[in-house]
């Protein structure tokens, strides 16, 4: 399917884990773009009434089909998570070359799950 790379990276902090999931395609084509693939993804991982700052919370970073290409403002991604202010989905967007940077590596987003008992990074 044209505009995405079909692979989103899974990090669950808590287990020191890394995985590498198939896009679903289904949910790609039904909420168009990193807003909407990572809002329908909080929807399913996010169980209702969890503390933001808890464990249990997710931090999704998405591109959209347009991210990457030569379309105006295509440098574009989304950073998705339930909000400690407004107790609701919130989401950011940012522009740069992080977003087609992602994609050439081969991802269309990352899902960042747990919490690391000692400060990590992803190379």
Known sequence: MGGYVGKVLEV???KGDVAIVDLDWDVAMKFVGGRGYAAKLLFDLLKPGIDP???DNVLVFMTGPLTGTRAPASGRFVVS???PLTNTVFDSHCGGSWGPELKR???DGIIVKGRSPRPVYLL
């Open 81 to 83: 998570s339930k909000s």
């Open 12 to 14: 669950d902090l808590t």
């Open 53 to 55: 700052l808890s464990e």
């Open 105 to 107: 590596a081969g991802f």
